[in-house]
């Protein structure tokens, strides 16, 4: 199917969809000169991409994407599956295929019944896992903020909102007094993220590496005092 007939049926299925999903779909405009072997539709938050099927001849595939956070990255979409081996949460493209002659009323109403209601849970559920991530990382900001002012601490390291790895900190290490009075002390808060839930805020690890035995005994009674039951 070339370019400029591939955009005109996706802009006809963009005005059926809206009609038969109650959404105002739109073509996203793709760019200027650019080649392209898809178009994506828009209801100002889902994504649907319609191409070429690689897979089936003279097919079109019907995808979506995930949300995107507040870096600006799109989310992964997952989909909790069976398979011989065991159940899992496995990162999926959701789609469909529909004949390309198909009319375009055809194609939006396969979207809409096919398509859509799947799409749009595992949409949902991404964005509880990116609301889940992005508070995980402010909560521990926060909490390292709040710790490192206790001893006045400037020099702290925040987790930064594109970290994406399983486990991200933030931490600082605070050092005062001198000679054997001498109190060395790192903080750290973790986030971890796994790939169904977001990302959760950890315990705080607070690591004392040099104090005085006299310290360390009056460190240990208000534990024990404070964790009295």
């Known amino acids: 199917m070339e370019q400029a007939e591939l955009l005109k049926l996706s802009e006809a299925v963009a005005g059926h969809l809206s ?25 100002g938050e889902c994504i649907v991409a319609i191409s070429e099927s690689y ?5 079109l595939a019907i995808s979506g994407t995930g949300p995107k956070g507040s870096d600006g990255r799109t ?11 065991k159940d ?3 990162k999926i493209t959701p ?6 002659r198909r009319p375009a009323e055809a194609i939006a109403k396969e979207v809409v019944r096919r398509f859509l209601p799947h ?10 896992c990116v609301a889940k991530r992005e508070n995980g990382v402010d909560n521990a900001n926060g909490i390292i903020a709040r710790l490192a002012a206790v001893v006045s601490e400037e020099d702290v390291t925040p987790i930064k909102e594109e970290e994406s790895s399983r486990r991200n900190m933030a931490c600082f290490t605070h050092y005062t ?17 796994s790939e169904n ?26 534990i024990q005092e404070e964790t009295k039951a």
């Open 119 to 128: 799409y749009r849970a595992l949409f949902a559920y991404a964005k509880e």
């Open 95 to 100: 789609s469909i295929s529909v004949g390309e």
């Open 88 to 90: 899992e949460w496995r």
């Open 177 to 193: 007094g001198g000679g054997t009075n001498g109190v060395r002390v790192h903080v750290d808060v973790a986030t971890y993220r």
């Open 19 to 43: 009609t038969r999903d109650g959404k105002a779909w739109r073509v996203i405009p793709p760019r200027e000169n650019a080649p392209f072997s898809s178009v994506q539709l828009t209801d």
């Open 55 to 59: 897979y089936e001849k003279g097919r």
């Open 197 to 222: 839930a977001g990302k959760q805020t950890g315990p705080i690890d607070l690591n004392i590496t040099e104090c005085s035995e006299d310290l360390a005994a009056k460190i240990l009674r208000l």
């Open 75 to 85: 989310v992964s979409l997952f989909d909790y599956t069976s398979t011989w081996a």
